[in-house]
T-cell receptor, first 113, second 115 residues
Framework: GDSVTQMEGPVTLSEEAFLTINCTYT??????LFWYVQYPGEGLQLLLK?????DKGSNKGFEATYRKETTSFHLEKGSVQVSDSAVYFC????????????FGQGTELSVKP | GAVVSQHPSWVICKSGTSVKIECRSL??????MFWYRQFPKQSLMLMAT?????????EQGVEKDKFLINHASLTLSTLTVTSAHPEDSSFYIC???????????FGQGTRLTVV
């Protein structure tokens, strides 16, 4: 079945370090891909998305490119801040399935000053 | 953006009792709401999709008689865990979809502990 796999956390970085969180997916067809972020004590928020191959989603300095050939959607940020500490979820969705999301297991990021 | 409120944020209950979790869309009408469950260190797993005014659609392996979902209005869906057992302890999170928009907005989740 369709699935999403993320790199395991926790990931601990120093402020201003480069961030990569790997995400790969298995799907029959061409889903839309998403990154959600969950800050402590809050709900999931959409961080960025891409709906077709080679699309790049970006927001708040984060980027991810939809790579069909490697079935990946890795999240990157050039310089992380303490405020980026959160749990990040990669997800896929088929638009003809009513908005149902399939999530990865989440990756906890901790950024130290 | 659209706001979804989930209540309670955490609850502890005794085995055999039932627990109700509410999911409200505060500033929009949600024709569709989704209920997810998350075990520690694991993915959010979709439990069911609820559509206002009709029966929920449950994912394979989810017991509909144990996890009762009611979506009686355009702003409220409830999940009731009936006859809870310790293995039902988990993090439950809802999301709601704005009509005409496939984006979904999430509640903050409910941590259920059954003792």
């Amino acid at each position: 079945g369709d699935s999403v796999t993320q790199m395991e956390g926790p990931v601990t970085l120093s402020e201003e370090a480069f961030l990569t969180i790997n995400c790969t997916y298995t799907a029959t067809g061409y889903p839309s891909l998403f990154w959600y972020v969950q800050y402590p004590g809050e709900g999931l928020q959409l961080l960025l998305k891409a709906t077709k191959a080679d699309d790049k989603g970006s927001n708040k300095g984060f980027e991810a490119t939809y790579r069909k050939e490697t079935t990946s959607f890795h999240l990157e940020k050039g310089s992380v801040q303490v405020s980026d500490s959160a749990v990040y979820f990669c997800a896929l969705r088929f638009d003809n399935q009513g908005g149902k999301l399939i999530f990865g297991q989440g990756t906890e990021l901790s950024v130290k000053p | 953006g659209a706001v979804v409120s989930q209540h309670p944020s955490w609850v502890i209950c005794k085995s055999g009792t039932s627990v109700k979790i509410e999911c409200r869309s505060l500033d929009f009408q949600a024709t569709t709401m989704f209920w997810y469950r998350q075990f520690p260190k694991q993915s959010l797993m979709l439990m069911a999709t609820s559509n206002e005014g009709s029966k929920a659609t449950y994912e394979q392996g989810v017991e509909k008689d144990k996890f009762l979902i009611n979506h009686a209005s355009l702003t409220l869906s409830t999940l009731t865990v009936t006859s809870a057992h310790p293995e039902d302890s988990s993090f439950y999170i809802c999301s709601a979809r704005v009509p005409g928009n496939t984006e979904a907005f999430f509640g903050q989740g409910t941590r259920l502990t059954v003792v």
